[in-house]
């Protein structure tokens, strides 16, 4: 295979040999490179796209296989006047390879998972971290990126493009750009009837296609991201904590979990087949099993629950520009702790003491890859002593981060297997997919029920509670969608539906007037991370004029004693 390699490397690099056997021109203008490139990544970078494309309409009928090939002409077209317009004659090369890299990746990502690239998938690759990103490398994915975009690029590197006055070059570009979209105009109309109804019906489709995907989407993060900057707006600086609080001769210590990755209908919790949260089962949760997520990604949704906007008014500039619920409960003199297993806590816990938990030196929770959820609470009693505050403590799980499921836990949470040892996931059958995924949620379980056991501990100094909702679903192979991050209009529930559930101390309930039965009778409404923000304010008896009492789950339930 090496062999072969460094043969294709040199026949593709040396140019004299291919210029002898007639197959490179001495030199090409850069019009006809574009046009070259535009029909190369839309035969060969799109095999989804296509391959969906053939399944609504299949070639059976002429009017299909023309229209299919039209989709391709446009696809083409649009890829040539894009690459016109971004491909100035001194920047050309370096841009077309970058084009060809960022291709081979995204077909990758496509084909294997799934996965649509939208702004919030160009978020989420910019704001990841080291350890996300080696979960995704396989040898499969670099031998696609050296076929698909190594090679490609070296090619281009060594091409001669063909020198022009830049007055002739915006005149030849101007009329290729105006020929192609006349040419577009035409094709779309006339497949119109068709066209529309691909338009409406089909946009995850439509999210497929190679380069315009993610070229579209990267200049819309850039747009985003390019705006003036909002003036910062501070939120509740009434925030003051409430008579029921205030007559507490015990603090309170509430542990706000945020998972990671946690699909609702696996756990038992929630009525899945197996049991996969046999700890969790034997404490008393109140347990909300119809929630949902504000977005289908970390960066998205870990900020909005946090934030004062609700998911249909979601704006990511205005979140990192006011405060949010941690602030708000600052300013009520509640004591705040973020401890992050994760990748951040995406702009949620600004002025908030912070502490990077997932590259501990504790050989029993960590190895030389990661740390497991459990380090988070490695001396979390020297974090609280002699507070004698009120305290709410924010932890962030890796949790069920995908796809490498199978490095999310220790290898005694092995309950179910065969297991899927890699994170190519389309090599594993369905089962071992399922269970791996299910051994991480046992391990969550064990991490879950390990904190509500430490605040047990500590209910001689505090009133004890903890919360926990994971930040978004997953797709197991479901209709051949993997991971998350598809955009919320069309993403699975898989990916929406999130676990969510309080676990309150005996002294927590009585102190705080909260009536368990009535809790208990809402477990099967619909609620979502919109009501987090008031929730907390509620349950910890802070009063402020942004609370808004119809989005706290419990207010109907807290008595005024």
């Not at 220790?410 to 051994?439: G, M, V």
């Not at 501990?457 to 903890?466: D, F, K, L, R």
Request: glycine share 6%; charged share 15%; net charge neutral.
């Amino acid at each position: 295979m090496r062999y072969a390699i460094n043969k294709a490397v040199a026949f593709l690099t040396n140019f004299d040999r291919q210029w002898k056997l007639k197959i490179w021109p001495s030199s090409i203008s850069l019009l006809i490179l574009n046009g070259i490139i535009s029909l190369t990544l839309t035969i060969f970078y799109n095999q989804h796209f296509f391959s969906a494309l053939y399944h609504l309409y299949p070639f059976s009928i002429t009017h299909n296989i023309l229209f299919v090939a039209s989709a391709g002409l446009t696809i083409t077209l649009i890829t040539f006047i894009i690459l016109c317009l971004i491909t100035p004659n001194s920047f050309a090369k370096p841009i077309l390879m970058l084009i060809f890299i960022g291709s081979s990746a995204t077909s990758y990502f496509i084909n294997q998972y799934g996965i649509v690239m939208d702004t919030g998938m160009i978020q989420n690759i910019l704001e990841t971290d080291a350890n996300e990103v080696t979960g995704t490398f396989n040898l499969d994915l670099l031998f696609h990126l050296f076929a698909l975009g190594l090679i490609p690029s070296i090619i281009i590197w060594k091409i001669k493009i063909k020198s022009s006055k830049w007055r002739h070059s915006l005149l030849f570009r101007g009329l290729a750009i105006m020929i192609a979209l006349v040419m577009i105009t035409l094709t779309l109309m006339s497949f119109s009837n068709t066209y529309a109804s691909f338009f409406r019906n089909y946009k995850e489709v439509r999210y497929s296609a190679v380069p315009l995907n993610y070229i579209y989407a990267t200049g819309r993060y850039i747009y985003n991201h390019q705006q003036s900057s909002l003036v910062y707006q501070k939120l509740g600086t009434d925030a003051h904590l409430g008579p029921v609080a205030q007559a507490q001769t015990k603090p309170i210590l509430t542990i706000l979990v945020v998972g990671e990755t946690g699909r609702a209908d696996h756990f038992g919790l929630n009525g899945y087949t197996r049991n996969t949260t046999p700890l969790l089962a034997q404490q008393h949760l109140i347990n909300f099993d119809q929630a949902s997520s504000c977005g289908t990604s970390t960066a998205v949704s870990v900020p909005c629950m946090f934030s004062r906007q609700d998911r249909a008014n979601y704006n990511e500039a205005r979140t990192r520009s006011q405060d949010g619920l941690l602030q708000v409960l600052q300013y009520a003199g509640i004591s705040i702790l973020w401890r992050d297993n994760n990748s951040g806590c995406k702009g949620a816990c600004q002025g908030v003491p912070y502490q990077d938990m997932s590259h501990q030196n504790d050989p029993l929770n960590c190895n030389q890859r990661e740390c497991f959820d459990a380090v988070m609470l490695n001396q979390l009693n020297q974090a609280i002593k002699n507070s004698g505050k009120n305290t709410l403590i924010v932890l962030h799980q890796h949790g069920s981060h995908g796809p490498d499921y199978y490095h999310r836990y220790p290898s005694q949470f092995e309950f179910y297997q065969p297991t899927c040892q890699t994170n190519q996931l389309q090599r594993c059958s369905q089962a071992e997919l399922i269970n791996t995924y299910d051994n991480t949620i046992r391990y969550t379980d064990y991490f879950l029920n390990q904190v509500i056991e430490w605040l047990k501990t500590q209910e001689g100094q505090y009133n004890t509670a903890m919360i926990y909702v994971a930040d978004h679903g997953e797709s197991l192979g479901e209709n051949g969608i993997y991971l998350h991050g598809m955009p919320y209009m069309m993403a699975p529930k898989e990916q929406t539906h999130v676990p969510f559930f309080y676990w309150l101390s005996d002294n927590f309930t009585q102190a705080y007037h909260i009536d368990t039965a009535c809790l208990a009778a809402k477990q099967h409404q619909t609620v979502s991370q919109d009501n987090l923000f008031d929730s907390i304010l509620g349950i910890l008896n802070v009063k402020t004029h942004i609370y808004q009492p119809d989005h706290d789950i419990l207010a109907s339930c807290q008595y005024s004693g």
